[in-house]
């Protein structure tokens, strides 16, 4: 049967969860995206940026952060990586885009991942390898209205609920099962979510802005 995979980060790795057209489901884990990508898949969705800027904000971010606020991480440009501390890279985007023009915390702990991704992508890859974020997806499957805070017990299970809804009746035990591995609970639940955008979705912000290496910057939901 056709798998659509989804994927998100950890900290010691990567996280996929997958899915097929009769509902059959399941997750692995690895320290590098390649084993998990060699896994057949019709298309894949990952929580993380493709298609990044020299310089300046994407507008797919800038669009998405208008319907569900500061989930969506601000900053993703390709020389992130080549900075030695945050603090570095924040004086120099200051100085050449403008203050509070820089990167979060939270973007520049990912950077690594940033550019994992970023070394795999091409054009042609593209076509079944696509960003999406969890959030947009379930803001979408939920009726374009946004849930309570993720780290909240009534968000987490807004999340499980529309999972469910989706075919992740595994899910529960899943959650039980990562303990040891690192993985995060909301990990491996934002690595469903991108399996069902896999899936399903048909939806997209952005995809108008090309970055050098012909990427489209887009979010798919």
Not at 34 to 62: E, F, N, T, V, W
Request: with cysteine.
């Amino acid at each position: 049967m056709t798998n659509y995979l989804g994927l998100d980060g950890f900290r010691f790795g990567w996280v996929a969860a997958w899915i097929d057209n009769r509902g059959d489901h399941g997750f692995d884990y690895s320290p590098g995206l390649a084993r998990l990508l060699a896994m057949p898949h019709a298309r894949a969705m990952i929580d993380m940026p493709i298609g990044l800027k020299p310089s300046g904000y994407r507008m797919c971010d800038l669009r998405a952060r208008e319907l569900i606020g500061p989930a969506v991480f601000l900053g993703a440009r390709r020389d992130l990586w080549t900075f030695p501390d945050m603090d570095a890279a924040n004086r120099h985007y200051w100085k050449h885009e403008g203050q509070g023009r820089g990167v979060s915390a939270q973007l520049w702990n990912i950077r690594d991942k940033i550019r994992e991704v970023d070394e795999i992508m091409t054009p042609a890859r593209q076509a079944t390898i696509r960003e999406a974020h969890p959030e947009l997806i379930f803001w979408n499957l939920a009726g374009r209205v946004r849930l309570a805070k993720k780290t909240s017990a009534e968000g987490r299970q807004q999340r499980m609920a529309l999972l469910a809804q989706r075919g992740f009746t595994k899910l529960p035990t899943w959650l039980t099962q990562r303990h040891g591995t690192g993985i995060g609970r909301h990990d491996l639940i934002d690595a469903c979510a991108c399996a069902a955008a896999a899936r399903d979705s048909t939806q997209r912000i952005g995809g108008e802005e090309l970055d050098p290496g012909q990427l489209r910057m887009e979010i798919n939901y």
